[in-house]
Nanobody, 121 residues
């Protein structure tokens, strides 16, 4: 069983940056793929970025602006978000799956409660 807690959301102006963090409980964290998803009002949950033990991968809308990283020693995954724009406004969720996972929400078993990111124009 893995529990995930997101933090770091808030209000930022367009062009600014935020750093989200996902803290995980449980053992063998390095064996999990961790993903970030986001959901804006009235829209479906969208894949943002993911990191496994061997690779990092991103959604098209955030490539070149967002960077995902992890610290297995600290059981955390961070999402550095730069050059934010109002279209990035959403609730951001951290998700995890034992072993490999990709960009589909159905591939992830564990989910956090989310953290709100609001980008003003």
């Amino acid at each position: 069983q893995v529990q995930l807690v997101e933090s770091g959301g808030g209000l930022v102006q367009a062009g600014g940056s935020l750093r989200l963090s996902c803290a995980a409980s449980g053992r063998a964290f390095s064996d999990y793929t961790v993903g970030w998803f986001r959901q804006a009002p009235g829209k479906e949950r969208e894949f943002v970025a993911g990191i496994s033990s061997v690779s990092r991968f991103y959604g098209d809308s955030v490539k070149g602006r967002f960077t995902i990283s992890r610290s297995n020693a600290r059981n955390t995954v961070a999402l550095q978000m730069n050059t934010l724009n109002p279209e990035d406004t959403a609730i951001y969720y951290c998700a995890a799956n034992y072993g490999l996972a990709g960009s589909r929400r159905t591939e992830y078993t564990y989910w956090g409660q989310g953290t709100q990111v609001t980008v003003s124009s």
